[in-house]
């Protein structure tokens, strides 16, 4: 006989025996009736998971199988059949919902590996994830730091982004990050004998080239440009009129309006009209502190033309020494102007609070330039941001000559003749002063002089007459030279020799920090040519570099040398 306990053992045995083959049939029932249905649900094929592996993991049952089915069931399958009824029994047990689950489990391995959309469709998901949840500071600290050609690209991207890269605090993140780099933008393209209103876009830390699209300058020419707080304000300028049939007639008209050319935004804008028509006006921008003196204390002065002068730092007044005229002047103009005063501050306070805290305040200045029927202007005007209106200023001094060049620097709008005379308004107390300097700086008749502020340092760029390097029988040649004045004692000093021939008798220089920019265009042998150097007057070198050389004149025509004019922004 045999023992109870052996007897007991064999029993147990026939009964898991008999448990597998039950379990191998239902494993193939229910896998041809799976056949035989649909396909899930997008949301669980997303997700992967069987409602029956949900309530069995929820119960604390023993299904393994994860929320993204990352466990692969055909590597826990044995060779052998006794393990394979264990690996069963221990990973779903023996009931039905648990063979429902292992056949489900087989079948969906088998469905992943064959079908590149549902691959697809994980790839996304798992992308889709990775932004949902990345916060909205941490996404403006990466996007700031991008360069502008990458920001304008991430910008496609969606809304959101858009929306956090265009505003006033990603800017104000971006200024103060010095994430910004030079950037410089050329206006007055000409093709075919029109203006083509194309903005040329150069990135000096990359190298590379851009062209804007631009229909509101198109056909307009003979304007001047200006940059500050990364944005370009075109002043001025003229335009060629059409007859009724649309053909270009030969009358021309004088524009008095101002646009603005935001390149962060790609967006422009509109905003008050000078008082008169000008092109080419002598234009300067400065930024000003909120208590500066409102624009009626400027148009009071406005008729004021004494003979200032300084000599070696020495200010004196001729005419009326004691200024008695202008003391009866303000008083009868006193209680006028106390109305108009208290306009304007109430203005100023509620444009300065719907603009924000952050908003900075700043004047622009024009004067000179030619008028409507081409006659040299000597009057100026000011306009000011908090205001949004323009007033008239002193006119230039007598006998002052022809306007040609001018710039702000340390709160001076500092004006250069062609009579080679120099003068400076003040902007704060609204009036001219001659200054006299010496030794004036010889220069070629033909080129006018510029004059650029760098680094609260004022500059001028003229071209003279070099004789041979003092060599005997060796030939003069004209070479451009960088001067800078001397505020205290009002001296010229050579500073240093722009390497290149001066053959653009209408060269432009930019300048904005510790550079200074110099873009020369000529046409020479039938084809435009075009060069750009940059000097760094913080450095103890006295050389010019190249950072461009012909990159996009050959598409343009010779009036384009004459025409164009530049402007630098830090973006």
Same mark, same amino acid.
């Given at each position: 006989m045999m023992s109870p306990e052996r007897s007991s053992a064999e029993e147990s045995i026939w009964q898991d025996l008999e448990v597998l083959a039950v379990s191998k049939r239902l494993a193939r029932s229910v896998s041809q009736k799976l056949k035989k249905k649909n396909v899930k649900s997008d949301e669980e094929d997303a997700k992967g998971v069987s409602l029956n592996c949900l309530n069995l993991y929820g119960r604390g049952g023993g299904c393994k199988v994860g929320a993204e089915m990352g466990e692969d069931f055909g590597d826990r399958r044995r060779s052998s059949a006794s393990e394979e009824g264990k690996g069963l029994k221990t990973i779903c047990g023996i009931d039905e919902?648990?063979?429902?689950?292992?056949?489900? *489990?087989?079948?969906?391995? $088998?469905?992943?590996?064959?079908?590149?959309?549902?691959?697809e469709l994980e790839e996304s998901v798992r992308n889709s994830r990775m932004h949902i949840f990345l916060p909205d500071d941490i996404l403006e600290m990466c996007l700031v730091r991008l360069p502008l050609a990458s920001l304008m690209t991430a910008r496609l991207v969606c809304k959101k982004w858009k929306h956090l890269t265009?505003?006033?605090? $990603?800017?104000?993140? +971006? +200024?103060?990050?010095? %994430?910004?780099?030079?950037?410089?933008?050329?206006? *007055?393209?000409?093709?075919?004998?029109?203006?083509?209103?194309?903005?040329?876009? !150069?990135?000096?830390?990359?190298?590379?080239?851009?062209?804007?699209? @631009?229909?509101?300058?198109?056909? +307009?020419?003979?304007?001047?440009?200006?940059?500050?707080?990364?944005?370009?304000?075109?002043?001025?300028?003229?335009?060629?009129?059409?007859?009724? !049939?649309?053909r270009m007639g030969s009358s021309v008209k004088t524009h008095k309006g101002i646009l603005v050319f935001s390149p962060l935004a790609r967006s422009w804008r509109k905003i008050a009209s000078m008082r008169h028509a000008r092109s080419m006006p002598i234009v300067g921008v400065s930024e000003v502190s909120s208590d500066f003196p409102t624009l009626p204390s400027h148009q009071n002065r406005q008729e004021r033309r004494f003979h200032r002068s300084r000599i070696g730092g020495v200010s004196d007044v001729y005419e009326?020494?004691?200024?008695? @005229?202008?003391?009866?002047?303000?008083?009868? @103009?006193?209680?006028?102007?106390?109305?108009? %005063?208290?306009?304007?501050?109430?203005?100023?306070?509620?444009?300065?609070?719907?603009?924000?805290?952050?908003?900075?305040?700043?004047?622009?200045?024009?004067?000179? *330039?030619?008028?409507?029927?081409?006659?040299?202007?000597?009057?100026?005007?000011?306009?000011?941001?908090?205001?949004?209106?323009?007033?008239?200023?002193? +006119?230039?001094?007598?006998?002052?000559?022809?306007?040609?060049?001018?710039?702000?620097?340390?709160?001076?709008? %500092?004006?250069?003749?062609?009579?080679?005379?120099?003068?400076?308004?003040?902007?704060?107390?609204?009036?001219?002063?001659?200054?006299?300097?010496?030794p004036i700086p010889p220069r070629v008749h033909d080129f006018y002089p510029k004059l650029v502020c760098c680094k609260h340092r004022l500059f001028m760029l003229s071209v003279s007459w070099c004789e041979g390097d003092g060599q005997i029988g060796r030939r003069n040649k004209a070479v451009r030279k960088l001067w800078e004045l001397d505020l205290m004692y009002l001296t010229w000093t050579e500073v240093s020799v722009h390497p290149d021939a001066p053959m653009d008798w209408n060269a432009t220089f930019v300048a904005d920090r510790n550079l200074l920019f110099g873009v020369e265009m000529f046409k020479i042998f039938g084809q435009v040519l075009d060069f750009f150097t940059v000097f760094d007057v913080a450095k103890d070198e006295t050389t010019w570099r190249h950072v461009s050389r012909n990159q996009m004149t050959h598409e343009l025509d010779a009036s384009s040398c004459i025409n164009k004019t530049v402007a630098l922004l830090h973006l």
């Open positions: 919902t648990t063979v429902e689950c292992f056949s489900y *489990g087989v079948r969906e391995r $088998f469905w992943k590996k064959n079908n590149r959309k549902y691959l265009t505003t006033q605090r $990603f800017l104000q993140m +971006r +200024r103060e990050g010095l %994430y910004q780099n030079p950037w410089l933008f050329l206006f *007055g393209a000409v093709k075919d004998g029109c203006s083509s209103g194309e903005i040329h876009a !150069y990135d000096v830390s990359q190298d590379h080239w851009s062209r804007i699209e @631009s229909d509101v300058l198109k056909g +307009r020419f003979m304007f001047s440009v200006m940059s500050i707080h990364e944005e370009v304000y075109i002043v001025g300028g003229r335009s060629t009129l059409t007859n009724n !049939y649309g009326d020494p004691h200024r008695l @005229s202008v003391r009866r002047q303000l008083r009868f @103009s006193a209680d006028e102007s106390e109305a108009s %005063y208290l306009t304007v501050k109430k203005h100023q306070r509620l444009t300065r609070q719907m603009n924000g805290i952050n908003s900075k305040r700043f004047v622009l200045i024009a004067i000179g *330039g030619i008028g409507s029927v081409d006659e040299p202007l000597d009057s100026g005007e000011i306009y000011d941001s908090a205001t949004n209106a323009w007033a008239e200023i002193q +006119r230039l001094p007598l006998d002052f000559g022809v306007v040609c060049s001018g710039v702000i620097c340390n709160g001076i709008f %500092y004006a250069y003749s062609e009579n080679d005379k120099l003068a400076g308004y003040d902007i704060e107390r609204g009036f001219w002063i001659g200054i006299q300097t010496s």
